[in-house]
Nanobody
Framework: QVQLVESGGGSVQAGGSLRLSCAADAYSIRNSCMAWFRQAPGKGREGIASSRSDEGTTYTDSVKGRFTISRDTAKNTLYLQMNSLKSDDTAVYYC???????????????????WGQGTQVTDSS
């Protein structure tokens, strides 16, 4: 399985911004469905954003308009730009390689092929 390494987490004031990075292998970045999941304290792991190889993206309603998923194939890196952070965003964030095709628009933890180690994001509101 591919190795995924997240970075960029931290603690910010409400309304602040962070950019998470996920270093991956070239094949996954160029050809796979890539996704971001998060797990808040006491809650299950949920998919919040996905990026298809054809550049199509999908977001859950809770982050739509505030978060942006993107990939840089030259750097083999997946990004999650997080703006207007609020208390509900406090969670551990995970990069993932997910089943592709139609499944990329319907994220499920059981359809993840490989997980990153996770990075903590805390809103200090």
């Amino acid at each position: 399985q591919v190795q995924l390494v997240e970075s960029g987490g931290g603690s910010v004031q409400a309304g602040g911004s962070l950019r998470l990075s996920c270093a991956a292998d070239a094949y996954s970045i160029r050809n796979s469905c890539m996704a971001w999941f998060r797990q808040a304290p006491g809650k299950g792991r949920e998919g919040i954003a996905s990026s298809r190889s054809d550049e199509g993206t999908t977001y859950t309603d809770s982050v739509k308009g505030r978060f942006t998923i993107s990939r840089d194939t030259a750097k083999n890196t997946l990004y999650l730009q997080m703006n207007s952070l609020k208390s509900d965003d406090t969670a551990v964030y995970y990069c993932a390689v997910h089943w592709g095709g139609n499944y990329c628009q319907n994220l499920r933890p059981e359809r993840v092929l490989n997980w990153g180690q996770g990075t903590q994001v805390t809103d200090s509101s």
